[in-house]
């Protein structure tokens, strides 16, 4: 279905069109007037031999293609990550390892394993250590006096939660962050880190939590990693498995929680009403509506495996279907002022951990209680913040990301 709202040659996996603003104001028209949408790529992308995607941006449309795995397979062309020169060992299939881009059964065995580490139990188990870690990162930043709010607050929390749940011991804390911010930094033309490097902490990443889970079979302690490999059979997972699901949280739950918080103060700077409202009445809905707002992921990829029809429009297997989550949270069918931020909404049915299929964020109760924790140290012990600068955002069509947020405490 065409768009007349949209120039020739708009492309959405432009990753300039969001340096501005995201959510970006062509969702709209596409929602009203063509929401199942060929965004043509005519010069292709890295991995994959077709020559577009289909954009969907209604959130009716985005619940149906995830929750639907068996006609919009997770697993099928997505692009292949080569670590195995790195860590020396040719017959890891890498893409194969990583749960996020497998389908059913497999990935139903995978989830159920990993699901152990992330009950209701044992993210209350981390609370108190999270709490402390981060009344102390807002002391320290607050008696700086001035900076950037996502080095000196939003990075350190998130990487520290994901060290803490898999019990990754204090002295290799350093190491594992230094990888983790290689790894998601390497696109980033303005940083000074290349795309070898950021494959080269990758593997390291993955042979250190490899060795872990190696050490923690044959040596098991009271943590997670204990929990997951004890024995390697069905019940379990194998070390590589390990590695890989590691490396996948050091992705999936750092820099998408970062963007989260650092977005969360940027709403809270410009609408000084919700930060008053916050600071009296701590709202328990105020994370999820921080996450509805951040859409911190904007878009993932599906892939048709049989020929089939989505909001009246043909798909045919093997074309790719972008999920536009950042376009389906501002959906004016389901959200009243979809472009208000309000943190008392209730219900808020977003789909900013995604769309409720069988790849649902693992991670959403440990990101709420991480962008809550935030934000009480902050109005329990800084009296006043203030912007000190526009935001400089991250280069990226997928991800909404703040790179820097120069702030003022008083
Ligand atoms: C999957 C968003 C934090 C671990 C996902 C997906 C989204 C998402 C959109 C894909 C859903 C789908 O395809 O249907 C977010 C956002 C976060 C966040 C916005 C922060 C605000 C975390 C954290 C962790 C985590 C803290 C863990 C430490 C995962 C994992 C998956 C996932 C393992 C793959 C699940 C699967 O394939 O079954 N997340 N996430 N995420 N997330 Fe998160």
């Not at 997505?78 to 040719?90: D, L």
């Not at 001035?146 to 204090?170: K, R």
């Not at 929990?227 to 590695?243: C, H, I, Q, T």
């Amino acid at each position: 279905m065409p768009c007349p709202a949209l120039p020739d040659g708009f492309d959405l996996t432009d990753p300039d069109l969001y340096r501005q603003r995201v959510p970006l104001p062509e969702f709209a028209a596409l929602r009203r007037t063509a929401p199942v949408w060929w965004n043509a790529q005519p010069h292709g992308i890295a991995g994959f031999d077709d020559d577009g995607y289909w954009a969907v941006t209604r959130h009716a449309d985005v619940k149906e293609v995830s929750t639907r795995p068996e006609v919009f397979s997770a697993a099928a062309n997505t692009s292949i990550i080569r670590f195995n020169e790195h860590i020396g060992r040719e017959e890891i299939d890498a893409q194969r390892l990583i749960m996020l881009n497998m389908d059913p059964p497999e990935h139903t065995r995978v989830r159920q394993i990993v699901q152990r580490g992330f009950t209701p139990r044992s993210i209350r188990a981390l609370e108190s250590a999270l709490r402390t870690r981060a009344e102390a990162i807002v002391a320290a930043a607050r008696d700086r006096g001035s900076g950037d709010f996502v080095t000196d607050i939003a990075c350190e929390l998130p990487l520290q939660a994901i060290a803490e749940l898999i019990g990754v011991p204090q002295e290799d804390r350093a190491r594992i962050f230094d990888w983790s911010n290689k790894m998601i930094a390497y696109d980033d033309p303005e940083l000074a880190v290349t795309r070898e490097a950021g494959t080269l902490a990758a593997a390291e990443l993955i042979s250190y939590a490899m060795n872990l889970a190696a050490e923690r079979k044959e040596c098991p302690a009271r943590d997670i990693v204990s929990r997951l490999v004890a024995a390697e059979d069905e019940g379990n997972l194998g070390s590589d498995e390990f590695g890989f699901f590691v490396l996948l949280l050091a992705v999936a739950g750092n820099e998408t929680t970062r963007n989260a918080i650092s977005h969360g103060m940027h709403a809270f700077l410009t609408h000084p009403e919700q930060w008053e409202l916050y600071r009296s009445e701590r709202p328990a809905t105020a994370a999820e509506e921080i996450v509805r707002w951040a859409t911190p992921v904007v878009s993932f990829q599906r892939t048709a495996t049989e020929d089939t029809e989505l909001g009246g429009v043909p798909v045919r297997a093997g074309q790719r279907v972008g999920l536009f989550y950042a376009s389906a949270n501002h959906d004016p069918e389901v959200f009243a002022r979809p472009d208000a931020f309000d943190i008392t909404r209730d219900p808020n049915p977003h789909l900013g951990f995604g769309g409720g299929g069988p790849h649902f964020c693992l991670g959403k109760s440990l990101a709420t209680l991480e962008i809550d924790l935030v934000f009480h140290a902050i109005a329990d012990t800084v009296p006043g913040i203030r912007a000190a600068g526009e935001p400089r955002r991250l280069r990226s069509a997928w991800l909404n990301g703040i790179k820097e947020l120069r702030v003022r405490y008083t």
